[in-house]
């Protein structure tokens, strides 16, 4: 099983319950939603680290693996 790093997280509480209620469309738990958020907008501006360590070079208007349902 992957480690995972604990981070408390302090956040308003109107963004929280916004995540949750994005989190229950998506039927995953919060703390996934927040991971996939942030991974989303690391990949989108180019900085989610490859599997062998490099950097993804697309770029912040990279656009190629966008998901289904997103907007800009």
Do not use: C, F, H
């Not at 992957?2 to 998506?26: C, F």
Request: no cysteine.
């Amino acid at each position: 099983m992957t480690r995972r790093k604990q981070y408390p997280l302090r956040i308003d509480p109107e963004i929280w319950a916004a995540v949750e209620r994005w989190a229950e469309d998506d039927m995953r738990s919060a703390n996934a939603q927040v991971e996939w958020v942030l991974r989303d907008a690391l990949r989108r501006a180019g900085r989610l680290p490859d599997r062998d360590g490099a950097g993804e070079r697309g770029g912040a208007g990279d656009k190629s693996n966008s998901g289904a349902g997103e907007s800009d």
